[in-house]
């Protein structure tokens, strides 16, 4: 395991030394958002009643902006070669790497997420669900683009191909995401979304980790 | 005693050497030549285990590397085209992230330190890693072989863009690395100062050459 923590704790120093890759997503994330009243009109009812919607969306974009960095940057100074090499077990390398990715993606589009949901209107019983539900959702979004970025290894134009490749298997988490948030608002209760959410992590945790280590071993050879 | 049998390489449909056979007893070496393209990379490549043999197989005191291939690629050295250097962590921080990885406790010889000593680059421990020459980079790269111990070598062209002095202190790590009983396999153009290494000229395994010292029609 501790190869897996050395590596984690690399990829969050090169994430802090080259701040640009974070702030970029969440400047997409912000401005995407942002743009959304100016689209549909400032109308209060009509933002709140597509908040979760807009934000759940935006942040699945941004997560996807961010996932040819996953293995891209490694895979052209060598390192991949290396850390495939020196892994003893494959998947655990990935499911590193995933976390890492999470933890400068995933959890922070989390944490800025609540502050546009008042740009949204969105209502207040929904904010602690929008938190919970992108926490919940949001690794599910890094290991699956794990598996699309280890496909797209070395393709031209990867970004846009990992994007086409990913984006319908979210759907999912998408509609579970955004029924949480709306079954608040409404007054249901969202532990039926939150634990379909579950299980789609619980599915995503073993099987992404291992099907992303098969395609980054077919890219290398 | 690491060996091969019958090897052959497939690249893109394109058959790259066939009936290839060696053997390295340790302390050995073996040195790859042959002209551009012969596949001395895709050899290298295939005895790290990155690469599938089309046929044939590897073989370690005589077990089958097949069988255990991640073991196999946790004990060896790989050093390619490629010198794995992150611009934004500093040179020490770069060796020294492998080390852990490797799971060389800093107990075990001096770390990263010795790696840095024995490649000439001490001096620029804290200099980040986009600052660093090519030749520099491809030291920092072989750093890894003085500090990470491993039983095999794999080194694709390891004298590029080294100066003479850091030629003259690569051989000397190739030279304690067999005094100790490993083996190392090292692609190589021109003459390298190594005393009795043993040579594979790849040429002679291309598809059609039939001049092969045990093959007939």
């Known amino acids: 395991m501790m190869p897996a923590l050395e590596l984690i704790r690399r990829d969050l120093r090169l994430a802090w030394r080259q701040g640009t890759d974070v702030a970029m997503v969440i400047a997409f994330f912000v401005l995407t958002v942002v743009l959304f009243p100016f689209g549909v009109g400032p109308e209060p009812n009509i933002l709140a009643r597509i908040g979760p919607g807009i934000l759940w969306v935006t942040a699945l974009l941004a997560a996807m902006l961010s996932l040819d960095r996953l293995f891209q940057a490694d895979h052209d100074d060598g390192s991949l070669e290396q850390l495939v090499l020196s892994s003893p077990a494959l998947p655990a390398m990935v499911l590193a790497k995933c976390l890492a990715h999470w933890l400068t993606t995933g959890l922070p589009l989390a944490v800025v997420a609540p502050i546009l949901a008042i740009l949204l209107n969105l209502g207040a019983d929904g904010f602690v669900v929008l938190v919970g539900s992108l926490l919940l959702g949001t690794p599910v979004l890094s290991l699956l683009g794990a598996v699309g970025a280890a496909l797209t290894l070395g393709a031209r134009r990867a970004g846009v191909l990992v994007a086409l490749l990913v984006l319908p298997l979210t759907i999912p988490v998408l509609i579970f995401g955004v029924g949480a948030i709306d079954a608040a608002l409404a007054d249901l209760s969202s532990r039926p979304h939150f634990l379909l959410l579950g299980a789609l992590l619980a599915a995503a945790l073993p099987l992404c980790p291992w099907a992303a280590a098969a395609a980054l071993r077919q890219a290398l050879e | ?217």
């Not at chain 2, 991640?70 to 962590?89: M, N, Q, S, T, Y």
């Not at chain 2, 304690?176 to 692609?187: E, K, L």
């Open chain 2, 1 to 217: 005693m690491f060996a091969g049998q019958d090897l052959a390489c497939v690249r893109g449909e394109r058959l790259i050497f066939e009936k290839l056979e060696f053997e390295l007893s340790p302390g050995g070496t073996l040195l790859l030549v042959g002209p551009n393209g012969s596949g001395k990379t895709s050899l290298l490549r295939v005895m790290a285990g990155l690469l599938a043999p089309a046929t044939g197989h590897l073989s370690w005191n005589g077990r089958d590397l097949a069988a255990e291939p991640d073991e196999h690629r946790a004990a060896l050295h790989f050093i390619g085209h490629l010198d794995p250097i992150k611009p934004a962590l500093t040179v020490a921080e770069n060796l020294a992230f492998w080390l852990r990885y490797r799971g060389v406790t800093p107990s075990a010889g001096a770390g990263w330190h010795r790696g840095l000593g024995a490649v000439g680059l001490a001096h620029l421990a804290d200099q980040p890693g986009r600052f660093l020459s090519a030749g520099q980079r491809r030291r920092l790269n072989l750093a890894r072989l003085a500090c990470i111990p491993a039983r095999l070598w794999l080194l694709d062209e390891p004298m590029t863009s080294l100066d003479t002095t850091s030629q003259t202190a690569l051989i000397r790590l190739m030279g304690d690395h067999r005094a100790a009983g490993g083996m190392i396999i090292a692609s190589v153009h021109g003459m390298i100062g190594l005393p009795d290494a043993a040579t594979l000229d790849l040429s002679r395994y291309a598809p059609g050459v039939e001049a092969r010292h045990d093959a007939g029609p």
